[in-house]
């Protein structure tokens, strides 16, 4: 498999530019011994806040990513960036349509050589990202298994991120996902709010993403690094 900065990720925290974290939260959030920050949000997003965030978080050594949802938030900068293209919306400028726009004006100046497509998914129906891109978040485990065929196997996408955000995900569900992947690395997001669930999440999904509960609370936060690092991947072979 080809590596990619962020194959070997475990544990990301994923941080809003848009909400208020004090100095000494963020401090707490790099120093946490995660394998990378991501920076990114449905809404709100700017360049301003985007490059004040990405200036605070650089003054420390973990990795840094940005989410790129829109193009005025394209900052310069980062170690990664991640294109999201929604899978399972009908409404086609959330699939190729804004980032063909973007890539209309920006392509030739674009850091390909670490800028990768991150094929989401979207399952929980009252996440925001739901509302804005028309997502079909109720989906079953056969519509489930078909947008990971196509992902990983068709579009071949490096990334595939099943997104719960706000809400903690159908386990099984994201177990029968993860086995059906031959190259994509799952990235898995939504709900985790203490440790329990960070060590739920990282027995079925490669890299487990941990937001909301950062600004809710910290110690929880925190405790869900060493969750994940100490929990082995169940692999298709050792759970069968
Ligand atoms: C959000 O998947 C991430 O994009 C994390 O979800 O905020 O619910 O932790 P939570």
Redesign the pocket.
């Given at each position: 498999m080809h590596t990619n900065l962020f194959s070997s990720w475990r544990h990301v925290f994923?941080l809003d530019p848009e909400r208020e974290l004090t100095d000494e939260a963020l401090d707490a959030i790099c120093m946490s011994g995660t394998d990378a920050v991501l920076v990114?949000g449905?809404s709100g997003v700017t360049y301003d806040n985007t490059v004040d965030l990405m200036s605070r978080i650089r003054r420390f050594e973990v990795p840094c990513a940005l989410e790129v949802s829109s193009l005025e938030a394209a900052v310069p900068g980062f170690d990664w960036y991640f294109v999201p293209l929604v899978l399972n919306t009908p409404r086609g400028e959330w699939i190729a349509g804004n980032q063909i726009e973007a890539m209309r004006k920006m392509g030739p100046f674009i850091p390909w050589e670490c800028t990768s497509a991150e094929g989401y998914i979207i399952l929980n129906p009252e996440a925001e990202?739901a509302r804005l891109t028309g997502a079909d978040a109720s989906l079953g485990p056969d519509a489930v298994a078909a947008h990971m065929y196509m992902a990983d196997r068709l579009m071949r996408l490096p990334v595939v991120?099943l997104?719960?955000?706000?809400?903690f995900g159908d386990m099984a569900l994201v177990s029968h996902a993860s086995k059906l992947l031959t190259q994509a690395q799952l990235?898995?997001?939504?709900?985790?709010?203490d440790a329990a669930k960070a060590r739920a999440a990282a027995e079925v999904a490669q890299t487990v993403?941990?937001?909301?509960?950062i600004y809710d609370d910290l110690e929880a936060a925190l405790s869900t690094v060493q969750a994940v690092h100490q929990t082995p991947l169940r692999t298709a072979a050792s759970s069968s």
């Open positions: 994923k990114g449905s990202a991120y997104e719960y955000s706000g809400t990235f898995y997001g939504g709900g985790i709010d993403v941990v937001g909301n509960v």
